[in-house]
């Protein structure tokens, strides 16, 4: 293990140590740090904001992780990829199964999720607010979808941004007993 990997373990530790919430406090945090809306921030931006949170790295531990998940080359870290990184790995049996529910809402197999494919899986007729006249049941799909897109809400959800999402959850979940089972109960697997 490296450096940067061994930063990445301590700060995932650190967040974690404060329960299911840590990682996304951090979310949260960063978007307040991000002041010009980038979505990055600099390896001095980033020193700083992690020292606030009592998350205490040196210049060059920043810098190092920063390099390491500095996707473009813009020298910032882009916020999401490191919040990726901070989730713990997955095992083969909660990435599987995460596989088999996405596989069962890509009607089309052209894998890639959209409104089309759930109509064929689900039904928005009895929420509240299309019963209400309030939204359309497409509306209501879209919505559901968007949960699992990526910031830039396109409307196609992408078996990686599928898995991300539920990298989030699984760090919350101790065995990959409970998460395979909640997994198959809520997709219906």
Not at 19 to 37: E, P, Y
Not at 47 to 63: S, T
Not at 107 to 126: E, I, K, N
Not at 131 to 154: A, C, I, P, Q, Y
Request: proline share 2%; glycine share 8%.
């Amino acid at each position: 293990m490296d450096a940067v990997d061994a930063t990445m373990e301590k700060l995932r530790a650190q967040c974690l140590s404060r329960g299911a919430s840590g990682i996304q406090g951090l979310a949260r945090f960063f978007r307040q740090l991000d002041r010009d809306g980038s979505r990055s921030l600099d390896a001095d931006e980033f020193g700083r904001g992690l020292a606030k949170l009592g998350l205490v790295l040196d210049q060059v531990e920043a810098e190092g992780v920063c390099r390491r998940w500095d996707r473009d080359g813009s020298g910032t870290l882009d916020l999401e990829e490191f919040l990726r990184a901070l989730r713990p790995p997955m095992s083969q049996a909660r990435e599987a199964v995460i596989a088999a529910a996405f596989a069962k809402l890509d009607r089309s197999g052209d894998g890639v999720v959209t409104v089309d494919d759930l109509r064929g899986v689900y039904s928005g007729r009895a929420h509240p607010k299309v019963r209400s006249g309030e939204w359309t049941e497409d509306k209501v799909l879209r919505r559901f979808l968007d949960n699992f897109d990526s910031s830039e809400k396109d409307g196609q959800v992408t078996l990686a941004e599928f898995q991300d999402y539920y990298s989030g959850v699984s760090a919350s979940m101790n065995t990959d007993e409970e998460f395979v089972a909640m997994m198959t109960s809520a997709w219906q697997l």
